[in-house]
């Protein structure tokens, strides 16, 4: 009985090893775990950052090339101002513009860089001016139900007259 305790107290410990190494795995490997703190540090104002978080990714060209740091609200704007942290090999044009993009229906949200053409570079705690916030997929598709529905409505009847809703019938008294 105690050789059968000990080959299992040993299995047990194999298995705690084997799981352990799997996630130290998945966080060094994930992007997400000690934050790069070489890199050019850049702000952005957007007027919305829907579903953006801290920790979020930086893309250049569908590329990873930094991570947002930092969220904060202007006071005088209220607008959202974003920190971004990118790669310091990369030398961007001072009319680099960024944009919040989403990475598919369901995905998450990341910060786009489209680089410019200027002659000159952006420097460390530079702002970028050109920005485009989040585009809401609710609003997209209200808007969208609303024109077809206005459409509809005035779309012209078979005898050549504009549909017009009909009253509903008053209520009995």
Do not use: C, W
């Amino acid at each position: 009985m105690k050789g059968r305790s000990l080959a299992e107290v040993a299995t047990g410990g194999i298995v705690l090893l084997v799981a352990a190494s799997f996630l130290a795995y998945a966080v060094l490997h994930s992007g997400r775990g000690a934050s790069n703190t070489d890199g050019l540090l850049l702000t952005a104002q957007f007027d919305k950052i829907d579903g953006l978080s801290n920790g979020a990714d930086v893309r250049i060209a569908g590329v990873k090339v930094g991570s947002v740091t930092d969220s904060r609200i202007d006071p005088t704007s209220f607008s959202a101002v974003l920190t971004l942290r990118v790669d310091r090999g990369l030398k961007l044009p001072s009319d680099t513009s960024a944009e919040i993009t989403s990475e598919g229906l369901l995905g998450g949200k990341y910060v786009s860089l489209v680089p410019g053409g200027s002659e000159q570079f952006l420097a460390d705690n530079g702002r970028i001016v050109e920005t485009q916030g989040s585009v809401s997929l609710e609003s997209l598709l209200g808007r969208f139900i609303f024109s077809v529905t206005q459409m509809n409505s005035s779309q012209p009847s078979a005898g050549g007259e504009t549909a017009t809703p009909t009253p509903a019938p008053a209520a009995p008294r």
